[in-house]
């Protein structure tokens, strides 16, 4: 899998690179989640350049679906990059974003030196 292991705030990461095939459906996740077999990381960290169409919208189903298999597997999502104008057109949206990073499985952050902040705290 194209990426790099490294660490951020402490934590061992694997950095998706924003070239590479769309996350458009469950079996996308099972791959990516697999392509970490054997490295040793807390987080992959997925560009949002890497969202399929209709991922940030929740009618779709895909982001559920998606995020849920992280979640099954307990790979920790950071999916990182602007997704400002989705999430204020989104009422949903929003509230699915606020409630991911309440936790501590699936973050959205901006960029990351925001992600390595948030690392860092935890």
Do not use: H
């Not at 459906?25 to 209709?54: C, F, Q, S």
């Not at 990059?81 to 409630?99: N, Q």
């Not at 990073?101 to 948030?118: S, Y």
């Amino acid at each position: 899998m194209d990426g790099e292991t490294t660490v951020l705030g402490g934590r061992a990461v694997f950095l998706c690179p924003a070239e590479g095939p769309p996350i458009a459906a469950e079996v996308d996740a099972v791959n990516l989640i697999g392509g970490l077999w054997g490295k040793e990381v807390d987080w992959l960290v997925l560009p949002t350049a890497r969202l399929g169409e209709g991922f940030l919208r929740l009618r779709t189903g895909l982001a559920g679906a998606v995020i849920q298999k992280f979640v099954t597997y307990r790979v920790r999502l950071a999916i990182v990059g602007d997704i400002s104008a989705a999430v204020a057109s989104s009422e949903a949206l929003r509230d699915f974003v606020r409630e991911s990073n309440a936790g501590d499985r699936v973050w959205f952050v901006p960029d990351l030196p925001t992600l390595e902040a948030r690392l860092q705290a935890r």
